[in-house]
């Protein structure tokens, strides 16, 4: 519980402090990328409740610790597929963390600077279903970085590269639509784009939401699969070499 | 060399307060050797942790080598040893022998006294082989050996013991029970343990005291010990004091 | 103690260097890290000339001048953030039994030198900044100044959260909000920030005199929220005030561990 307040009150702080930096850039060149300053302080706040339920600071799975004492022989014989299982468990924990990490933050960000929500049950439905196909993406990109373990003896630096390209490249930082240039066309194009910009986005109403759902569906696609591949190639690896 | 005057320990427990210890008085002279036997929760630990300045008594007085413990921690540290068998005071990830290698900067013992004690115990506890391995992937044997070489490296003047056998398989029993007894007969090193198990008493301490709720429920030789009571074996024994003591 | 503190760091450093190839990548990776930052300060002057009136060099100075003291203060102390662990398992026990500071034992503790990666991107951050700067040099005395002063700060800033920790054992990560948002905060020029918030990061915890009120000295710039020009110069004397705080608070904080555990 205590913990709980501890992370939401950390996420407030560093949300207002993120918001000032964009508040002065678009006092600098109004209306930038097709934002106006409101919409911009939402985007803050917005993609700061995304950080618990996505873990975009890495973490969250348990699989790195449970290669590293063997326990993963114990859940690869489980009939039910270890990723689905992981799935399972990640989505309970992203609903969990974003009432009382994700909420409060952007409640805070609505009082003291004022941010727009969407207008009408539409908005909102489409918001939902980005919100839970970027949750998806998180966690299959996160799933695929914690199997690693097993190839890697030191997982400490994927983690790092990890955490460098989520932070960077999911406009968690700045918005995406401010790259300059073709490093904003490759970022807007790359998965991590999927977890953060695209739904944020499409709460804006800044995006054309079919494209915005099928480039989210397709990298889930895309990286699921990846996952079920390492999953069969691990399974492969412990049953042969027996952990 | 050891001096406790009405000392107690209190703590608050949801508003409550708990004495762990209260109205303690004993002392320990230089050289002697000491086992201090007590029921789960009857506050050895904390009596333990109030000599090395770990924790602060709240009523009365302590002194070690003449020492306040918690106003004089760092001065008192130079001259006590202690090991927790529960619990290891070495440093997990780092091999053995760099755990020692702190230790001398920390005590800022001369690097040619600490190489001749360093060996001698070494020697003595049979430790080179470990010397490399890390302190966790020592059995608890070996790392009582490195704690008990830790707590010596400074050739402190007391020794405090909490439940160094704890765990230990009859052969490492042995050992560091030799070890202790030699300790003390050649260095003169004054011994405080605490212990749950009877044969440390029996090989170890010429005189016990026990301790029940926080207060002392006896304080004698081995001897007056078993005279307590008719019962044959020291088990007996302290069994039937530990119960008339709870009562 | 700073014997002591050296001497020890130099040991677990050696540890450290038995594993040389995770060493190396600790290293790279921290600059990999720290570039984020630096990457996203680049990309909003991609897209303005001026950030609350300071052009890109004036912030990358400041940007500069802040994270040197921030990276090796979280080198040297960040260790200290492990204290809730260790309070809560016990191992606190050990470092009271040594005959040294708890303060040097607790923050040496599995010291390693690999965040030497982000102290050296900021360094280069500070010199390219400065070579495009031209800064005058009888104002240039200023800027070790400034850093030492960051470093008092940074340093008080973590041992007051680690202190906080004997208390409320349950949540390390407020403290991280103090310790990483003071890194944070210090990233851009104060005149982002609103009014109050830098009256607060003033007055009551001095957070601008790690580079914001030395770093307008070095500017040659007055104060857009006008505040006296002797605070310029008062950032030593703040620092050594939170320093004594924190020292007492540590002090506090290690008389009411209770050492749970058996």
Same mark, same amino acid.
């Given at each position: ?22 508040? $002065? ?17 939402? #985007? ?5 409740? #995304? !950080? ?47 009432? *009382? ?38 966690? $299959? ?7 690693? *373990?097993?190839? /890697? ?35 807007? $194009? ?43 190639? !691990? ?9 | ?16 307060? *708990? ?60 001259? !006590? ?43 003595? /506890? ?122 | ?13 050696? $540890? ?28 909003? #002057? ?14 990358? #100075? ?24 260790? !309070? ?175």
């Amino acid at each position: 519980m205590w913990a709980a307040v501890a992370g939401a009150f950390t996420n407030s702080v560093f949300g207002i402090l993120r918001a000032y930096v964009l508040i $002065a850039l678009w006092q600098a060149r109004p209306g930038l990328a097709g934002y106006d300053v409101i919409d911009a302080v939402t #985007f803050c706040f917005i993609t700061q409740a #995304f !950080i618990g339920p996505m873990q975009l600071f890495g973490g969250g799975l348990t699989i790195p610790e449970r290669i590293r004492s063997g326990d993963i022989a114990l859940d690869l014989v489980r009939p039910a597929s270890l990723q689905a299982c992981s799935l399972a468990e990640d989505l309970g924990r992203a609903a969990y963390l974003l009432l *009382v990490r994700g909420i409060p933050p952007t409640m805070l960000g609505a009082l003291m600077f004022g941010i727009v929500f969407p207008t009408g049950a539409g908005q909102w439905a489409a918001f939902l279903a980005s919100f839970l196909l970027a949750v998806l993406v998180s966690f $299959a990109w996160r799933y695929l970085v914690a199997l690693s *373990v097993c190839w /890697l003896t030191d997982d400490r630096g994927i983690a790092t590269v990890s955490l460098v390209l989520t932070t960077f490249f999911s406009g968690m930082m700045v918005p995406l639509s401010i790259f300059p240039g073709w490093l904003g066309d490759l970022a807007s $194009a790359l998965p991590w784009a999927a977890m953060v910009q695209v739904p944020a986005d499409v709460y804006l109403g800044k995006a054309d939401l079919a494209d915005a759902l099928a480039f989210q569906a397709l990298w889930a696609a895309v990286l699921l699969g990846l996952g079920a591949l390492a999953t069969h190639a !691990i399974r492969h690896k412990v049953v042969i070499q027996g952990g | 060399m050891i001096e406790l005057d009405r000392a107690g320990r209190s703590f608050k427990v949801k508003r409550a307060l *708990v004495h762990a210890v209260r109205d303690l008085s004993f002392r320990v002279e230089p050289g002697e050797f000491v086992g201090y036997l007590g029921p789960n929760g009857a506050g050895k630990s904390t009596t333990i942790k109030m000599l090395c300045g770990i924790l602060t008594p709240t009523s009365g007085r302590v002194r070690v080598a003449g020492l306040d413990p918690s106003r004089r921690r760092t001065t008192l540290a130079r001259r !006590i040893g202690v090991v927790f068998g529960q619990r290891t005071t070495l440093w997990w990830d780092l091999p053995l022998k760099d755990s020692f290698e702190l230790i001398r900067l920390l005590y800022k013992v001369d690097r040619k006294v600490f190489r001749e004690r360093l060996d001698e115990l070494v020697e003595t /506890l049979d430790l080179a082989e470990f010397l490399r391995t890390p302190v966790r992937q020592l059995s608890l044997g070996q790392r009582m050996r490195g704690d008990l070489t830790a707590a010596l490296l400074h050739a402190p003047d007391v020794l405090v013991l909490d439940e160094p056998t704890i765990g230990l398989d009859v052969i490492s029993k042995n050992s560091i029970r030799a070890f202790l007894l030699r300790v003390n007969a050649e260095r003169g090193t004054t011994v405080l343990l605490t212990t749950h198990d009877l044969g440390d008493i029996e090989r170890l301490c010429r005189r016990v005291m026990v301790i029940d709720h926080g207060r002392l429920a006896f304080d004698g030789s081995l001897e007056q010990l078993m005279a307590t009571s008719p019962e044959e074996t020291i088990e007996e024994v302290v069994t039937r004091l530990y119960t008339r003591a709870g009562q | 103690m700073v014997r002591t503190y050296a001497l020890l760091a130099w040991t677990w450093t050696r $540890a450290a260097a038995a594993y040389p190839v995770s060493f190396a990548l600790m290293v790279v990776f921290g600059f990999a890290l720290a570039a984020v930052d630096v990457g996203v300060i680049l990309v909003v #002057f991609a897209n303005t000339t001026s950030l609350a009136g300071f052009t890109r060099p004036e912030v990358l #100075f400041l940007y500069g001048a802040a994270n040197i003291a921030f990276s090796s203060v979280d080198m040297c102390v960040g260790n200290i953030d492990r204290i809730s662990q260790h !309070i809560k398992a016990g191992t606190f026990d050990a470092f009271l039994i040594r005959p040294a500071s708890t303060w040097v034992q607790t923050t040496v503790d599995r010291f390693t030198p690999t965040r030497i990666g982000r102290v050296l991107q900021a360094v280069i951050v500070l010199g390219v900044a400065m070579a495009e700067l031209d800064v005058p040099w009888q104002r240039v005395w200023m800027v070790p100044v400034m850093i030492a002063t960051a470093m008092v700060i940074f340093a008080s800033l973590w041992t007051l959260a680690g202190a906080l920790q004997f208390v409320v054992t349950d949540a390390p990560e407020v403290c991280n909000a103090f310790t990483y948002g003071g890194g944070q905060l210090s990233q851009y020029p104060f005149s982002v920030y609103g009014r109050d918030l830098v009256r607060g990061v003033t007055y009551v915890v001095p957070l601008a005199f790690i580079n914001w009120q030395p770093g307008l000295y070095v500017l040659g710039r007055d104060d857009p929220f006008g505040t006296p020009g002797f605070l310029r110069f008062a950032g030593p004397l703040a620092a050594l005030l939170l320093a004594l705080l924190a020292a007492l608070a540590w002090r506090q904080g290690v008389r009411r561990y209770r050492s749970t555990g058996s």
